[in-house]
């Protein structure tokens, strides 16, 4: 498995990070949990040391069971304080919300700790309430490094992160970046790479990338916006492919998203051991051809307001 170094951070990380998310994340209900360890021992087989949670998910449990065994210094564990409520969250549930993480993780402290899914509206308003709350958690040997996400399926066009990277409290982010938006090129790479901050990549494949139906809706609807071209639309992306040893479309895009220059751990979610797999080989497959990579950019230059979910 590529390794790289994640900003920063200075932790040596493996560049396909197993993410405990999403609607086919381990543990979603559809395996026996028999299956789940399988699936995170698979991953430390495979060369992957970089998992990634949230108390959102209800997967902090499960990841902390299948990790029990594994030596602490040999992995880098991420999750997340859900910042999304109905009521302005509360210095005191960050601490007791981050105690309840490490008992489930089995764990005395995570590399890396975020604000999850920040609205641009809020952010202001966790930099001067929480922040300080995270320092403190950080002095006491809690927390290694503060991260925080984006909600790119609400936040598309990165206004929140373009607004949190101004200031210098952030070791690390995740960033909704793929075939379909790439716009983070223009908007945050340029803003990390300036503070070499470490940047986790969500939302590389979705539905759109990996159901033919859904990406040719999108397209449809990206095309009557003049946002991408007619041909675009009716033709897909087999075209923009032409000549490339591809398993896929999702390979694809994994290798794209890989080679993008800022991006750090490209996290990927799953509850099969097979699509697991098939991931770390697109992560180690030679580099698309210039000549596809540019074809991409240039199809997509112009969409910046959709997620792919």
């Not at 040999?74 to 999304?84: D, E």
């Not at 709350?133 to 809690?142: A, D, F, I, T």
């Not at 991260?147 to 929140?160: N, R, S, W, Y």
């Not at 210039?290 to 969409?303: D, K, M, S």
Request: glycine content about 10%; proline content about 4%; overall charge negative.
């Amino acid at each position: 498995m590529n390794r790289i170094i994640l900003g920063r951070t200075g932790l040596t990380v493996s560049v396909l990070g197993l993410g405990a998310g999403g609607d086919s994340r381990l543990g979603s209900g559809r395996i026996a949990e028999t299956e789940s360890l399988r699936l995170v021992r698979a991953a430390i087989e495979g060369g992957v040391n970089f998992f990634d949670t949230a108390e959102a998910y209800g997967t902090e449990g499960l990841l902390g069971k299948a990790l029990r065994e594994v030596p602490r210094d040999s992995v880098v564990l991420s999750t997340k304080k859900t910042t999304r409520l109905e009521a302005p969250l509360r210095a005191e549930d960050v601490v007791t919300s981050l105690h309840a993480s490490l008992e489930r993780l089995g764990t005395d402290h995570v590399d890396v700790y975020h604000l999850h899914g920040v609205l641009p509206d809020h952010y202001a308003d966790l930099r001067e309430r929480i922040v300080p709350v995270l320092l403190r958690l950080r002095e006491q040997g809690k927390i290694r490094f503060l991260g925080i996400t984006e909600a790119f399926a609400a936040d598309p066009t990165h206004a929140m992160l373009e607004r949190a990277l101004r200031d210098d409290l952030w070791d690390v982010v995740m960033v909704g970046f793929n075939l379909l938006n790439q716009s983070a090129r223009a908007r945050v790479f340029p803003l990390t790479q300036a503070k070499n901050i470490g940047t986790l990549i969500m939302f590389a494949v979705r539905r759109a990338l990996s159901r033919p139906d859904r990406l040719r809706e999108l397209l449809g609807d990206l095309a009557a916006r003049g946002k991408v071209s007619r041909e675009l639309a009716e033709g897909g992306l087999d075209a923009l492919l032409e000549g490339e040893e591809v398993a896929s479309l999702p390979d694809a895009a994994y290798r794209f998203c890989r080679d993008e220059p800022g991006a750090h751990v490209i996290l990927s979610g799953t509850s099969s051991v097979a699509h697991l797999l098939e991931n770390v080989r697109s992560i180690e497959a030679p580099p698309l051809s210039p000549g596809a990579r540019e074809r991409l950019i240039e199809a997509f230059a112009q969409v910046d307001d959709v997620s792919g979910h």
